[in-house]
């Protein structure tokens, strides 16, 4: 085999280009990968308009001018080897995400045989190893995407009602079966009371009571706003030219769009008052148990690596206080442990119990907790947890799709994830600055669903 | 035939075995040390992680067994090969997620119905990690305080297994199409008849199933396959060949052709009905290519029945009787298997004769030549796309080597299956025995 040039660049780097459109191109080669990941990415303020940015996905994915309905986008997908097709409606903080993504087979995978639907002559194949996608294979998957956001199927001018109705009828379902998923149902509902009076109350895929005034035309019209305003950050990812793909990608996107939906900036640190307790009662096995604080560090000032390595001791590991005080030494529970969220500066902890045990467990975490601000940290937690979160960014340079999340994140709050560097700050936090961080969490709400 | 994608070649050094995929790009190297423990290794230049799955061929079915040396096959208590591997995590020298934890490492398990695995994944600093998984696994204490905690978190991890409407209706399916097969009995158990198990049950199922020839270990990642099989060759705690795994004897009972139940119901907290259908067979091979191709030729029916593209979904979907989460597998173990089709529902009733109906009329108006040929070319890409992952690589070779058969055969297999291989199983769909499970919301 002859050696390959490889990116000079650090592995996991982006490069940036703007595209006719006006929008972002974000590059990454990667050699070791076997298909090529291309994501589109909007980023929009979470507000009462989230019911009807969660149902335009759904919509749009019924059909584009091209290909009328989904089973013709299905079969088009299909020939292209089955590219995996899917959107995302996600919340940063107090913003609204919306990502469509596509992931296609590299070329030089696909049997010479067979070849691309409308597949190039086998001359052209041999003038270039087939290393990297054929620009044929590519373009059509660049194209499927920008038709599915941008050019939908508007008879009359309008979204179909028919598809309205039915994908409005959807989103409901899908809202109300929220519920199904105690877990995640108890962590959406802490959620909800412990930020009430603010934006990040909003579940992301909005109110079932917003659908009822929802219909075609004011959906169209939202639709057309978004479409013309909302920024797009368009990343790809795999083993790629990125000369010939920067070129394809400014073919595609080459309609000039205004781009100019203003972003509100991260949310402001909220006070807390006295720790409220709410309880639901529901037919279940297992209570859940969610406590939610308050910590206010962000990407911008604060300790971010702290906050993360406070974090890993707490209750992001099995190694971690909570999964050994409450799961391993106390027997009560399968699961228990902590997740932060840093837009917004939040924390929960979250674990599944026998009701009776409900002040025994709550008594253990809150043990934990206090451990952690008063510094009762061994160096083997420390340790552990330093190398836990080392290796997991280490692998991070395998994952194409985390490694545009993380990016995008960073950049939206204004700053450039730097891996190494990254890597270094982290390596550096000692036990008085995790206590330190840990002394920032305020308990704000216990959600306990019973039965 | 087309040219085999597939090439095995013995290469030195002589205990090594090497298998390779000219459409994957991918190679499988094998050793088989004195005590019949294979080790694989799958090589992955340029990635970062390095990934490990030692797995026995032990899961919730082999429920009845005799023990080498012992007579008459005995039956455990519901949930033990499941215990166990919660077990193993209790070393004297503190919890195995801790041990590895220090080298940066993430590691966990799983049971399934027919194997027992354990995983690690690294980046830096692979062989102690790689270390630690070899001792763990083949030097259990089963200390009785221990045992007994242990019997709390699994009562709740069971607990939260029954407010999971997915595991509720798919154990519901199960338990209704099965009479005697032990496919019918929760991975899990259940709270009481974990609390039989004590530490003589432990050590009988250890002794008897993590025995070397009944396990096997796969690495992946960017590895020297020689140093990796000769640290295992040192580290193992098996040295010889103990023939206990040709002397186990699971018995597995005789599972006739009808169902136990035709309908299952419970009601839950629920926003919406959901249903599962499932369609039962028996006599399915249990090991080799024949066993492979069952898989992909019933997995390619039903994408072509309820697949995405399929004019069933669309007419499902635009009926509104399913939403996203509808859709259709096939599994097999032991000798015999279903397919589940089925989601959430407003009427589950009318799904459930929906589903039969296209089934008929997929069999009376044959499928079409383009329509085969186009989903054995989505299966190909979702194949090769497969191979982006250590994780699946790693559990699938393994899963089907413990059924006697290569996963790079896959490619071959799949080229080799037949329009009427398809329309056969669609021929089974419409004619198996059938459970239908639902769960119903609280009204």
């Known amino acids: ?451 | 035939m087309p040219r085999s994608p597939l090439r095995r070649t013995t290469s030195a050094p002589p205990s090594i075995e090497r298998w390779k995929s000219r459409t994957l790009k991918e190679e499988v190297l094998r050793t088989i040390l004195p005590s019949g423990l294979e080790v694989y290794l799958c090589p992955k230049p340029g990635f970062k992680k390095r990934f490990a799955c030692y797995s026995t061929r032990y899961g919730s079915i082999d429920s009845v067994f005799a023990a080498p040396g012992e007579g008459e096959p005995r039956r455990v208590p519901d949930g033990i090969a499941h215990f166990l591997e919660h077990s193993l995590f209790e070393t004297p020298r503190g919890n195995v997620s801790d041990l590895f934890a220090r080298n940066g490492a993430y590691s966990n398990a799983a049971t399934s119905f027919n194997t027992t695995t354990y995983i690690f994944s690294a980046s830096d600093r692979f062989f102690p990690s790689l270390e630690l998984l070899l001792w763990f696994v083949e030097n259990p204490t089963f200390e009785p305080g221990r045992i007994e905690k242990e019997k709390g978190i699994i009562t709740e991890e069971i607990r939260m297994c029954r407010d999971d409407p997915g595991w509720v209706s798919y154990m519901g399916l199960l338990e209704s199409l099965f009479v005697a097969h032990p496919l019918r009995i929760d991975i899990a158990g259940s709270p009481e008849s974990i609390r039989e198990i004590d530490s003589d049950a432990l050590h009988r199922a250890f002794r008897t199933f993590y025995s070397p020839a009944n396990m096997i270990l796969f690495v992946i990642g960017d590895l020297d396959p020689a140093k990796v099989f000769e640290f295992v060759a040192r580290r193992t705690r098996f040295r010889e060949r103990d023939g206990k795994a040709e002397e186990i004897r699971r018995v597995y009972p005789a599972e006739p052709a009808r169902v136990s139940q035709a309908e299952f119901t419970r009601q839950m907290e629920v926003a919406m009905p959901k249903l599962l259908l499932g369609l039962k067979e028996t006599g399915v091979p249990r090991t080799g290519a024949p066993f492979l191709a069952r898989d992909l030729q019933s997995e390619l029916a039903l994408d072509i029945l309820f697949g995405r593209g399929s004019d069933g979904f669309q007419k499902l979907y635009e009926a509104q009787l399913i939403i996203d989460d509808f859709g259709a597998s096939y599994h097999s173990a032991a000798g015999v298997g279903y397919a589940a089709v089925g989601g959430e529902t407003p009427r589950p009733q009318d799904l459930r004769e929906a589903i039969f109906k296209e089934i008929k009329r997929v069999r009376r108006a044959g499928i079409s030549r383009r329509d085969f040929e186009q989903k054995k070319r989505k299966f190909l890409g979702g194949f090769i796309r497969n191979f982006n992952s250590l994780e699946y690589i790693a559990g699938n070779y393994t899963y089907f080597r413990f059924h006697g058969v290569d996963l790079f055969d896959a490619v071959d297999i799949l080229e080799s299956i037949r329009l009427k291989d398809v329309e056969e199983r669609v021929e089974f769909l419409a004619g198996a025995p059938s459970a239908a499970s639902m769960i119903l919301p609280r009204s």
């Not at chain 1, 603010?198 to 479409?227: H, M, Q």
């Open chain 1, 1 to 451: 085999m002859k050696p390959r040039k490889r990116p000079p660049a650090d592995p996991i780097a982006f490069e940036r280009f703007k595209l006719p459109s006006g929008d972002t191109l974000h590059l990454n080669s990667s050699p070791k990968l076997k298909t090529v990941l291309i994501q589109a990415e909007f980023t929009s303020d979470l507000d009462a308009t989230v019911t009807r940015k969660a149902l335009l996905p759904m919509v749009l994915r019924r059909g584009t001018r091209r290909l009328a309905d989904m089973k013709s986008i299905h079969r088009f997908l299909e020939g292209l080897y089955g590219a995996g097709q899917g959107s995302d409606v996600g919340k940063i903080g107090e913003w609204h995400s919306l990502k469509f993504s596509l992931e296609v087979v590299n070329d030089r995978f696909i049997p010479r045989a067979a070849g691309p639907a409308g597949g190039r002559p086998a001359a052209a194949r041999r003038r270039r190893p087939a290393k990297r996608p054929a620009p044929g294979v590519l373009r059509e998957a660049l194209g499927f995407l920008r038709e599915i956001m941008f050019d939908p199927r508007l008879p009359g001018g309008s979204f179909d009602p028919h598809y309205v109705d039915q994908e409005k009828e959807n989103l409901r379902r899908t809202i109300e079966g929220l519920v199904d998923d105690k877990s995640h149902y108890a962590f959406e509902r802490c959620v909800r009371e412990m930020c009430a009076g603010e934006e990040f109350r909003r579940y992301e895929l909005g109110e079932v009571g917003d659908l009822a005034e929802i219909d075609a035309p004011r959906l169209t019209a939202a639709y057309r706003e978004w479409a013309a305003r909302c920024p797009m950050d368009l990343y790809i990812s795999g083993d790629i030219d990125v000369r010939s793909v920067r070129g394809l990608c400014a073919e595609v996107f080459d309609d000039r769009r205004p781009g100019d939906l203003p972003l509100r900036g991260p949310p402001a640190p909220v006070a807390v008052g006295a720790p409220r307790t709410v309880e639901e009662k529901m037919d279940v096995n297992q209570g859940r148990l969610v406590l939610g604080f308050r910590h206010g560090i962000g990407y911008g000032g604060g300790d971010l690596e702290a906050l993360v390595m406070m974090n890993g001791i707490l209750g992001a590991f099995p190694h971690s206080k909570l999964f050994q005080n409450v799961r391993e030494k106390a027997s009560l529970a399968y699961d228990a442990h902590s997740q932060v969220e840093r837009t917004k500066g939040l924390l929960f902890i979250l674990c599944g119990i026998a009701v009776e045990n409900y002040q025994r467990a709550l008594q253990i975490i809150l043990q934990q907790v206090e451990a952690v601000k008063a510094g009762q940290v061994s160096d083997e937690e420390l340790v552990a947890t330093r190398e836990s979160l080392l290796n997991h960014l280490t692998l991070l340079e395998d994952d194409p799709g985390a490694l545009m999340e993380i990016d995008r994140v960073w950049r939206l709050h204004g700053r450039e994830f730097d891996l190494p560097a990254y890597r270094r700050r982290l390596a550096k936090v000692d036990r008085d600055r995790v206590a330190a961080a840990a002394g920032r969490l305020q308990l704000d709400t216990v959600y306990f669903l019973r039965n």
